[in-house]
């Protein structure tokens, strides 16, 4: 008797066992969301983001974007190319953004200065190139007296571009006369693109996305590179999305985008 007891207890057991393993099974898992440094997959991240980002990074960002949407689908991102400067500039003023992207680690400092931004993170690098109309016209050779008489154009010193090109010019200990000095890289390459200049200080990435249109003349500038950090501003209206965003510049489909335009990978830290 008391073994038949014994017998249907364990029956009795199994069975609540079974029906409760039953019930966990049918329980869906909750969706992981996308890591850091990830391919992108499809994460639980929505709604819309303004990201402020350096001139020179405008083609590839926009390519960027569109794979950040096709995994995040609840997405969407509105973007704003400037100087650098111009972008803290405008986040001091009261203006929105959720990322920022600049093309030196000096422009994201002035932001940490001003709580703009916290923690940020290099995601590329950039190095100068002379460009000059296709053709090259004016026959420039390099930084050297083929620039005599002709109508150079450079960044502003303000612009990261120019305080590069500013460092290349003090290690050559060569001192430059241009016609202009711009504001954002992206208006160099333009004066060239057009004939206006018959020469231009620029990133690679410039000249390659300038394409047949100029030609590029290499600098001794591979001791001059421009560091590109990123970072969640501190008054993101949607710092999950932003942060998303980040993650995924600095992921591996990110950085293979970077560096099809043209970009180096980030220092190591």
Request: glycine share 8%; proline share 4%.
């Amino acid at each position: 008797m008391r073994r038949a007891a014994v017998i249907t207890l364990a029956l009795v057991s199994c069975l609540v066992l079974a029906a409760c393993g039953s019930r966990a099974s049918d329980t869906p898992a909750t969706p992981a969301t996308t890591a850091a440094g990830s391919s992108g997959t499809v994460g639980t991240v929505s709604g819309e983001i303004t990201v402020f980002a350096a001139a020179s990074l405008q083609k590839a960002y926009e390519e960027l974007v569109q794979a950040f949407t096709r995994a995040h689908p609840g997405t969407s991102v509105s973007f704003d190319f400037q100087g650098s400067q111009d972008l803290v500039a405008a986040l001091a003023e009261g203006a929105s953004a959720d990322v920022l992207a600049t093309a030196s680690t000096s422009t994201m400092q002035d932001a940490v200065d001003q709580d703009l931004v916290g923690e940020h993170t290099e995601f590329a690098t950039n190095v100068l190139t002379l460009i000059v109309p296709a053709g090259n016209p004016a026959g420039i050779t390099g930084l050297d007296a083929s620039l005599e008489g002709a109508d150079l154009v450079t960044c502003a010193l303000a612009v990261p571009c120019g305080e590069a090109t500013a460092r290349l010019t003090a290690e050559l200990g060569i001192t430059l006369n241009p016609v202009s000095e711009e504001q954002k890289v992206s208006d160099v390459r333009g004066k060239v693109e057009s004939g206006q200049a018959d020469a231009g200080i620029v990133y690679t990435t410039d000249a390659a996305a300038a394409g047949a249109a100029v030609e590029s003349i290499a600098l001794p500038a591979n001791s001059v590179i421009n560091h590109y950090p990123v970072a969640v501003t501190s008054q993101a209206a949607n710092a999950t999305a932003a942060q998303a965003f980040v993650d995924f510049v600095l992921s591996e489909a990110g950085q293979e985008i970077l560096a099809s335009y043209g970009f180096g990978a980030p220092a190591a830290p």
